[in-house]
């Protein structure tokens, strides 16, 4: 399922969480990291893509917690755009690999919108 994003907006902060093989929080052993961007299945920007780990008022990091953040600045996306971002992480001798995908939406930011999922 892919989120829709409105024109105009230049960042997108999607969350996600690891968890261990008992559905426990917990962060990766090695990642996560971004492994592939692609606008309209064309290869993109990787560096457009990064990942942040979630933080608490402390600031600490929150187990398990992360955002994958978007540049669409960078990106130049236009409507009906549809972004992928290919995130991999490794985690207790498995490599896990998922895609989060965008696409963009031809209504403006302050205008009014919809929300799938």
Same mark, same amino acid.
């Given at each position: 399922?892919?989120? *829709?994003?409105?024109?105009?907006?230049? &960042?997108?902060?999607?969350?996600?969480? &690891?968890? $261990?093989?008992?559905? !426990? *929080?917990?962060?990766?052993?090695?990642?996560? &990291?971004? #492994?592939? #961007?692609?606008? $309209?299945?064309?290869? =993109? *920007?990787? =560096?457009?893509?990064?990942?942040? +780990? +979630?933080?608490?008022?402390?600031?600490?990091?929150?187990?398990?917690?992360?955002?994958?953040?978007?540049? *669409?600045?960078?990106?130049? #996306? /236009?409507? $009906?755009?549809? !972004? =992928? /971002?290919?995130?991999?992480? +490794?985690?207790?001798?498995? !490599?896990? &690999?998922?895609? @989060?995908?965008?696409? @963009?939406?031809?209504? /403006?930011? $302050?205008?009014?919108? #919809?929300?799938?999922?």
């Amino acid at each position: 399922m892919s989120r *829709l994003v409105p024109l105009g907006k230049s &960042t997108e902060w999607v969350s996600f969480v &690891t968890e $261990n093989g008992a559905g !426990i *929080l917990a962060d990766p052993d090695a990642g996560p &990291t971004v #492994v592939n #961007v692609q606008k $309209n299945g064309s290869d =993109s *920007l990787e =560096s457009a893509v990064t990942i942040e +780990q +979630q933080e608490d008022d402390g600031p600490a990091n929150i187990t398990g917690t992360f955002f994958a953040v978007f540049d *669409l600045a960078a990106l130049t #996306v /236009a409507p $009906n755009d549809t !972004i =992928s /971002a290919t995130i991999s992480f +490794q985690m207790d001798g498995y !490599i896990k &690999t998922f895609p @989060i995908d965008l696409t @963009i939406g031809e209504f /403006a930011v $302050n205008e009014p919108k #919809v929300r799938v999922g």
